[in-house]
């Protein structure tokens, strides 16, 4: 009955797998003009701009240093302790923040989602654009650091190094998963995003950012192998590996995060698609 | 061709918070869906009557809706409030989901729900139209390409690098509409979004969108309250009543059974309109509203009523007394006319003034009652209304002032 051919149909169901990145690709100055919308609204009216990438990361570094290596008198491998809670920092912060603005992406955006359509995958890949941005510039920093600590001789880089571009990807796959799916079901069930921020914060303890990883195997003693269940040790530990030269690095372990990882994305874009058709409805 | 084709759409809603009981009804739609049954939560829902209370906690904000749009028609989606005109726009515009059915449609969709979706009150007026043209699907090359034409047709090019929140809403609205109003696309849906802005701007909008179909071809999906430019810009219509089509028609037939049914006939006339109006009493020949001055029924025109019938019973007075009822169901003012003191049957005419400067901008109905012999009713209609229009206030806006009367208020002043 249908002679006519439709380029478009509308209707209820829709594949769970589909992601649609043809779309996503037409769709691509979106994409930028959304980067450059979060960098210009973080940055407008401020003095120092994006010197607040740098400031950021060094007063954190600093507290740390002072407190849990000072204070505290934690272990950190051996390595200099401002280099330790730099490069923990900044991929945390990396992690942190992508995954929390990902898991805002409906309802930090109800408004434009509710009035507009657009593939609504370009707003969480703008926002992995715009934290890598940032991670960017504050890895100049991490590499700063790292050189006058080569020049010193205190550490040595090795050809690990050149593998972190990979493991920044998989954080960033990572968060994005997490992400994801936490946005979906926030859409319905307000109380994650309550549980998130506090959740985040809470899982930075199981992250070797502070605690070597070492410290906490010793002290949990033969539930030692929780600390190795977290997928984001192994990334840690291999950066710091890579650069520093030191760390709790471990080949398979890597892998089996990685699978991980892959695995949480997968769900991660099932829950996405299935929530965007209608969350405007919820939200 | 066509250009759009529906089939058998609904959308449910949900009524009340969403939140207490979600989970119990997720779990219970999983349970049904693991078992190959069909959602429970379909079954059920009410048709979409705010005023009356529901049984259910779903409703059908549209239930099996089926129509075809042909290429290069300009529809207008009218209904009263709750008819579902806003969740269809959604559903074109794939904002949402339909429940159930299918949509077919025939190349690029543009909507325009609101006008500066994602503007982002940072940035400037020419960054503002790269993100907002982006979010409404134009590329880069395509918003460079038209970006003068843009910047002229809103006219603000003086401000165009100061932030828009810098910007006065007139001017936002005028950048936003100018965006939306160069967007490339087979089909255009545009919801009630130019209430804002002053009246040459809303006639340069009007005009542009009047193009949009009468010149390019495209097809154009209206929404509006407003009759008049509904009128001026649709060539068919679709009145949507509870959830459903209740006619696909041209505009004028689409107009016309609207004011009926909400209760707003501005002007009838039994020769012309092919319905009666009428009881074995009363027959209703002529009904029209006209401004006292000048030649639109505005805050300060006033509107003389004119209404003619036919009395086809003998009684010992004959009366014509009203409630004149506001959109929002106040009634405003009442009042009885006696027509005739001896009661004699024929065609009478009754003419009655509502000063200037009283009703404020609104939609207003006549509840009018024929009463005979100073006690029984022998008709009663509320078919018969106007519109009062706003007019600009000291700034030159029409904005609608709140209240339910506008008179004129006079005040000295004295600096001391």
Redesign the interface.
Known sequence: M?E?????????K?SLFRLNLKEVW??R??V???V??DF??SF??TILGPLWFFINPILTTIVFTLVFGNIANLPTDGIPPILFYLAGNTLWGYFSTTMLSVSNVFAGNA????????PRLVTPISTIISSFMRLSIQLVLFFIVLGYYIYLGEVQPNYWAFFSPVLIIFLALFSLGLGMIFSSLTT???DLSLLLGFGVSLFMWFTPVILPTSLVKQKLGSYGYLADLNPLTPIFECFKFGFIGSGDFNMTRLLISFTFIIIVLFFGIVVFNKSE??F???V | ??AL?AENISKQ??LGQ??TG??TH?LNRFWHQIRGKENPYLKIGDTNDRSSKGSSDYVWSLHDIDFEIEQGDAVGIIGRNGAGKSTLL??????????????????R?A?L??VG??F?P??TGR?NI??NG???????KEITRKFDEIVDFSGVERYIDT?VKRYSSGMYVRLAFAVAAHLESEILIVDEVLAVGDAEFQKKCLGKMGDVTKGEGRTVLFVSHNMAAVNELCNTGILLDQGKVLIQDSIDKCIIEYQKKSGHISSYDKLNDNFAIENKNISINKYSVTPIEGNVLNVTSGARVKIEFTSKIKASTLDLSFYLRNSHEVTVMSTGIMVSSTGDDGEYSVVFEIPANTLNEDGYYFEMFWGINRSDVAFKTEAFGFEINGIRNQFGEIIKSPGVIFPIIKSTIKKL
Do not use: C
């Open positions: 249908n006519q051919k439709w380029s478009n149909v509308i209707e209820s829709h037409q769709y100055d979106l930028l003009m959304f450059k919308r210009i609204s407008k009216q408004g434009i989602f509710g009035k507009v359509y657009f319905k069930y307000r058709k209608s405007i409805d919820t | 061709m066509l084709k809603y949900r969403v939140g979600t989970l997720d959604k559903l074109l515009s794939k904002v949402t989901k339909p429940t159930k059915g299918k949509i077919y449609t025939n190349g969709i909507s729900l609101e979706t994602g982002h940072e940035m960054e790269f993100l982006a979010i409404l699907g134009m590329t880069k932030p």
